[in-house]
């Protein structure tokens, strides 16, 4: 009989948990004790939040990198949005998400799509953050055509599940986490942390553009990809707008990876799809400023917030040269300054970062 017990002991506590908790964002449940959360896959987390228990209508969504997770979906003036940003998205899972939006009764009005210049490579580098399109019908969208789904998790041990409700009781977060209204914040990081993430992450984005890690695209597949996704959604306006990141870590990209052709094509790609787009990388006030940074590429939420203001035409003061509004006719000019600001960048920064052989990165 005790032999009995003990497993039935165990599955009925793990239950409890993972109902009470629910890590997997399985039954919808909100309370004090798993309201704030360091997220584990954001494609897994947002594709069942959205499939299985998300009672708010949406009419709008933002699709984007984890650089678009730190703007609050609550800033968009006038808008129901749900942001939809996660790690390293590349184009070809923009369908996959709006689908799931439209399939669960949601009526998107307005789609904006934060647009990252690795999403121009075409070799797929697999960093624990990245999904393949096989990867991506396996792991997240498989599961949710088993019925049984949501109770085998049920009896599956999380960390979060003892992680969650201390972290929630604590309150004393070093990293990224979320709210259950999916937002996500960052505590501001010391000088001597945000460097170590700058000169580490500066690096490896950099050599990603570099070598037999990266293959443009040369306007095919992405433009297909852009073409259909546009097509498939005739009711819905785009809005489309480049990520703010750190001006060193452009400049590394473009200068010191040799990319100005390949950024120049891929801007005017999304620009013949979509007609304009808002550019908020380059030189400003904003990417000029390590300290809006927590590293390289990442800022925080508060200059996400400008961004929704920006798109949304908020009133409020713009900053110069952060969001400038590029069509086919003013690109060009556009590129002229641009090509000029990068010939007189000061790379000597980055050259020693990149010659850096104590800083390990592949």
Known sequence: MLTLLIPISIAIILSLGNLLIDPYFLWGISHRYNYLYESLDERIEKVNRIYYNERKSYDSILLGSSRATYVNQNDFANHRLFNFGVSSMMPFEYDYYLNLLEQK?????????????????????????????????????APLENHLHRISKLLTYNKQLIRIPLDNVK???????????NIKYHPKVSEEQRIEAFNYHLKRHTLL??????????????KNILLQ??????????VIYTSPVSAPLF?????????WEEYKQWLRIHLEVFGSLYQFGGFNEITQNLQNYKDDDHFYPYVGKLIAQTLTKQDFTPIKDFGIY?????????????????????????????????????
């Open 209 to 222: 553009f570099m070598g037999d890690k990266y293959a443009f695209d040369k306007g095919k597949e992405l």
């Open 229 to 238: 996704v546009k097509a498939r959604h005739p009711n819905a306006s785009f």
């Open 171 to 181: 309150k004393a977060f070093t990293q990224a986490y979320y709210t259950r209204d």
């Open 251 to 259: 400049a590394s990209e473009i200068n010191f990876a040799k990319r």
């Open 326 to 362: 590029l069509t086919l006719d003013n690109v060009e000019e556009y590129f002229a300054k641009l090509e000029k600001q990068l010939k007189d960048y000061d790379m000597s920064e980055i050259i020693e970062i990149m010659n850096d052989e104590r800083l390990k990165v592949f």
């Open 105 to 141: 009764g949601h009526s998107l009005k307005t789609i904006y799509l934060q647009i990252d210049f690795f999403g121009s490579n075409t070799i797929m580098t697999d960093d624990g953050n990245t999904y393949t399109k096989e990867k991506l019908e396996k792991v997240v969208f």
